[in-house]
């Protein structure tokens, strides 16, 4: 394990300064793929990433910039524009106009301009992972990763939109009592008009495209509205629309300060659907939606369930896995162990062991372990493991933090007064609750406002089915971690964890709506025979 981020923090990043992490020596190749150059250079003016708008990457009127702070070295990284209402309104125009345009497009064109994205992500994915190391400290393979399993996810929606919305449905009358073959119904379905996608900093570029492709392929327009941080990662996936050749105005994305315009974006009279990705912000903006379709998605206290008769090995392993990948950022992580009395010392010392082997540093040394998005978070983290500690739970490492890095925890002799057990860290800490029967743990998962996805660990079928039938979550995983993928299962949350399934083929049909043409004929019609 890596006991200190001294030596590894990289430098700021400049033409002149561009080093590498490891060795110190002045690497050309990265600042040839570094945001805002070469193919992407119309993104930036100056020291400002611009907003993309009409086709265009603009700077805003306003004059003024957010700073983007990279969680390593709490400097700031870049600096995003911060749009005025004015853009807002006239970003909306634009895409109403577009989308009427795009619903004629036949759908073999949609799909193929889809494809072409594809390739550009999987073209530049090294740019744009290198912002995501650089906005959000997420190692730079798993940030790579993200980008690649962003091109796969445009390319299987193009295909599947096809298969989708080809198809329709004929309904005769008849088979209502008293009716006649007299009608014919015709339905299918059509776009909602325009998407605004509100994607987390986690993953700025995946939980974008996972909006933008099924809007886009359904016959939406698109705003964006990236997180701060994760944003310039998230523009430069925008460009790659851009490259595409998509229409002006079909696709946009826009940084604004929430506080300011937050409220503006998601209430504005032009928004057809809102899918968000996020934490509580989503329920303020489901009671303000009105009469439009919503797809959130809100966080989670992900249960793991470990039974007596489980493989403690495997347990051990995915609660790590779950528990710890990405610093414990992903609102499918392990958050809450469920450990049965008779089992609980073995798992909690296999769970200890493999925490030890955790590396501890820098996104660029693809350490296990980085630091978490911001103090804030940090801070967060803490109150939520000072609290345990002061109520009695055992840690079983010491609690470590350097700046916005925190050391992987495991925090045993967890219960129920403690916040930890309900409340999410979104951070490196994984706490064991220990049980005396399978019914206290599905209780214990029941009682929680979160309900986005859970996990039991037993070599019993039954008893995995009938504990997958008693928690009442999205999702339950048997014998494996939580998990969001494959990108075209299910994934929804029950509860304060959101609105709607998403996966591809529920994410097109939420989309979209049903539209039907009655056929009245003059006489009833049969088949001959």
């Not at 005396?436 to 079928?461: D, K, M, P």
Request: charged content about 20%; hydrophobic content about 40%.
């Amino acid at each position: 394990m890596i006991c200190s981020l001294k030596d590894l923090i990289p430098p700021m990043e400049t033409p002149d300064t561009m080093l590498n992490p490891l060795t110190g020596v002045r690497d050309l190749q990265a600042y040839l793929t570094m945001a805002g150059t070469g193919v992407f250079s119309e993104l930036i003016d100056g020291d400002t990433f611009r907003f993309y708008s009409d086709g265009q990457w603009k700077r805003s009127a306003s004059g003024q910039s957010l700073p983007v702070i990279n969680p390593t070295t709490r400097r700031t990284q870049y600096n995003i524009s911060a749009c005025t209402r004015e853009e807002v309104d006239q970003m909306f125009v634009s895409a109403k106009e577009a989308q009427r345009a795009w619903a004629r497009v036949p759908l073999w064109k949609r799909a193929g301009a889809l494809h072409k994205v594809a390739a550009l992500l999987r073209q530049h994915k090294d740019v744009i992972a290198e912002c995501l190391v650089k906005e959000i400290a997420k190692p730079a393979a798993d940030s790579k990763t993200e980008v690649i399993r962003s091109a796969d996810f445009v390319d299987y929606t193009a295909e599947e939109g096809i298969r989708i919305l080809s198809e329709g449905k004929l309904l005769l009358p008849d088979s209502f009592p008293g009716n006649e073959r007299n009608k014919l119904c015709l339905s299918s379905r059509v776009p909602l008009g325009v998407v605004l996608a509100i994607p987390p900093f986690n993953y700025p570029v995946n939980l974008s495209v996972s909006k933008l492709a099924p809007a886009l392929i359904a016959g939406n327009a698109v705003v964006v509205k990236p997180p701060t941080q994760g944003a310039v990662a998230a523009l430069h996936m925008i460009h790659c629309f851009h490259l595409a050749g998509f229409p002006k105005g079909l696709v946009s994305a826009i940084t604004v300060n929430v506080s300011e315009l937050g409220d503006i974006l998601t209430t504005h009279p032009a928004v057809n659907c809102i899918s968000f990705t996020g934490g509580n912000t989503g329920i303020a903006i489901a009671k303000r939606a009105g009469m439009i379709p919503l797809q959130m998605e809100l966080g989670g206290k992900d249960a793991c369930i470990v039974l007596d008769d489980a493989d403690l090995d495997l347990a051990a392993a995915n609660i790590v896995k779950g528990g710890f990948s990405y610093s414990g950022q992903r609102c499918t992580a392990v958050k809450v162990v469920l450990a049965m009395d008779s089992i609980a010392d073995s798992l909690v010392e296999k769970v200890n062991a493999k925490i030890a082997k955790l590396s501890v540093g820098a996104p660029e040394t693809d350490a296990d372990i980085t630091p978490v998005v911001s103090e804030n978070s940090a801070n967060f983290i803490e109150s939520l493991v000072m609290d345990a500690k002061q109520r009695g739970a055992k840690l079983w490492q010491e609690y470590r933090r350097e700046g916005n890095l925190i050391f992987p925890l495991l925090i045993d002799q967890v219960r129920p007064e403690m916040r930890i057990a309900w409340e999410e860290p979104f951070g490196p800490v994984v706490p064991v609750i220990r049980i005396r029967t399978i019914e206290e743990g599905v209780h214990h998962c029941n009682s929680s406002r979160y309900a986005l996805q859970g996990c039991v660990f037993t070599n019993s079928i039954h008893r995995a089915l009938i504990v997958s039938d008693a928690m009442e979550t999205g999702t339950i995983q048997i014998n494996s971690a939580p998990a969001r993928g494959p990108d075209h299962f299910p994934f929804q949350g029950f509860r304060d964890s959101g609105i709607g399934s998403q996966g591809i083929t529920n994410s097109i049909g939420m989309m979209t709506k049903v539209k039907s043409t009655v056929i009245n004929m003059p006489v009833s019609s049969y088949t001959m025979g």
